[in-house]
């Protein structure tokens, strides 16, 4: 069976970046999708901003909506204190074997846990079945259309408290309209826009920081 552009990602990884160094998969990943093959990985301009957020955020608790091949997932983890929880929920079982097997490689295994679903479906489930009680930090990154109700889910469900940080990508690039406008007139939210460029590409892309008032 020929193999898929993920998996041409993690053979990259396995053959050219150091086992246990994060930072090295993060660049071969970088490298490849930049080289090679684009793949939507946050990429390394908003991953600077992503993991700026997150030192201010340095949250114990961390949700991430869209693992993909795991990049984003990797420079979260490398990031988090001892005993922070981290679960990362993919729709995709192809994508998530992929991810599972980058963020062993780069050491990080015991720091994440991998959740196969619909977000919809895992989001009501994580206080009693993922034993959660409050989102310090949530990425979304997944499917532009579920931004925004995902987001009103996570309130309806009692996950989010005041200072609790949502960053989304691409908001600028696909664009997620009715999420922006949603948390930046709602009155639940201090939003805060930051500047960017699509992964890999002159385009320009943003990431939206919105902290939950309480
Ligand atoms: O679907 C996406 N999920 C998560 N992140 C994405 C991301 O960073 C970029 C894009 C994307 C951007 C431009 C384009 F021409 C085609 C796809 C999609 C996703
Ligand atoms: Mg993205």
């Not at 990259?12 to 994060?22: E, S, T």
């Not at 490398?78 to 994508?95: M, Q, Y």
Request: aromatic fraction near 10%.
């Amino acid at each position: 069976m020929s193999e898929t552009k993920e998996q041409r990602v993690l053979q990259f990884v396995l053959q050219n970046a150091i086992r246990g160094d994060p930072k090295s998969v993060i660049d071969n990943i970088d490298k490849y999708c930049s080289q090679r093959e684009w793949a939507m990985n946050v990429g390394d301009q908003k991953g600077l901003i992503l993991d700026n957020v997150l030192k201010e955020s340095n949250p114990n608790t961390v949700l991430e909506l869209g693992t993909y091949c795991g990049y984003s997932t990797v420079r979260i983890a490398r990031l988090l204190k001892p005993g922070a929880r981290f679960l990362t929920v993919e729709f995709n079982p192809a994508f998530a074997a992929v991810a599972k097997q980058i963020i062993e490689f780069a050491g990080l295994k015991d720091k994440v846990q991998v959740i196969e679903g619909n977000t919809q479906d895992i989001i009501p489930q994580l206080k009693k079945k993922y034993e959660v009680d409050k989102l310090d930090f949530v990425f979304v990154d997944h499917w532009k259309d579920k931004y925004l109700p995902d987001t009103q889910l996570l309130e309806k469900c009692g996950l989010l408290a005041k200072g609790s940080v949502v960053l989304a990508d691409n908001v600028i690039t696909p664009g997620a309209p009715e999420f922006l406008k949603y948390v930046r007139t709602c009155g639940r939210y201090d939003c805060t826009n930051y500047p960017s460029f699509l992964e890999y590409m002159d385009e320009r892309d943003a990431l939206e920081k919105a902290v939950f008032r309480g």
